[in-house]
C-alpha cells in the first residue's frame, strides 16, 4: 500500500503518450523533471542537444532547445533550485545552462579532452560530480589508456632442490 492506494493502482498505467519528438534522427539518453515539479522537465540527446519541456498547463511543449556542444549530450542534471542545468557530452566538455532563457552560461573542457560520461549535483550543498571516459580521445590511432598498467609475469619460484 502506498497512502490509500495499492502500488498497483498507483502504477496502473491507461496507456503511453508520445509528445515530443524534436530529436528526431538520435537517440535520447535520458529524460528527466524538474525537481519538485510536475510539469517542467528535460531531456537530453546524442544529436548533442538539450531540451527544456513543459507538459502543462495547455498542451505539452519544447520551451527551448539547448546547442553548443559538439557531439552527443551523455547526460545532464538539475541544480536543487532548477535554476542550472548542467550537462555532459562525448566532445569532451561539460556546460551549464540557464534553462529559463536557455543561455549557456559556463564552458568547461576536460583537460584531457575525454569524453564525459555523466554527472550529478550533490543533494545537500549543490556541488558536482562528473564521470569521464578515462580515457583520451586520440586525434588519429588506437584509443591509449591514460594511465596505462604495465602486467608481468610473477616471478618464478626456485625449484627446491
Given amino acids: 500500500m502506498a497512502g490509500d492506494t495499492s502500488l498497483s493502482e498507483n502504477y496502473a498505467f491507461a496507456g503511453v503518450f508520445h509528445v515530443f519528438d524534436q530529436h528526431l534522427d538520435s537517440a535520447v539518453r535520458k529524460v528527466q523533471f524538474a525537481h519538485d515539479e510536475r510539469h517542467l522537465l528535460a531531456c537530453c540527446s546524442l544529436d ?5 519541456c513543459r507538459l502543462a498547463p495547455g498542451p505539452p511543449a519544447v520551451l527551448r532547445r539547448l546547442r553548443g556542444h ?4 551523455s547526460d545532464f542534471a538539475w541544480s536543487l533550485s ?7 557530452s562525448l ?3 561539460l556546460r551549464l545552462w ?3 532563457d536557455g543561455r549557456c552560461i559556463r564552458r568547461v573542457p576536460d583537460p584531457d579532452g575525454a569524453a564525459l ?5 550533490q543533494p545537500l550543498n549543490n556541488n558536482l ?5 578515462g580515457l583520451k580521445q586520440p586525434k588519429n590511432g588506437p584509443k ?3 594511465n596505462p598498467t604495465v602486467l608481468r609475469e610473477p616471478p618464478e619460484t626456485p625449484k627446491p632442490g
Fill in 48 to 52: 548533442g542537444t538539450l531540451s527544456v
Fill in 70 to 73: 559538439g557531439a552527443g549530450v
Fill in 82 to 88: 532548477n535554476d542550472v542545468l548542467v550537462s555532459t
Fill in 91 to 93: 566532445d569532451g566538455t
Fill in 98 to 100: 540557464d534553462p529559463s
Fill in 117 to 121: 560520461l555523466c554527472c550529478a549535483f
Fill in 129 to 133: 560530480t562528473v564521470v569521464r571516459n
Fill in 144 to 146: 591509449v589508456p591514460q
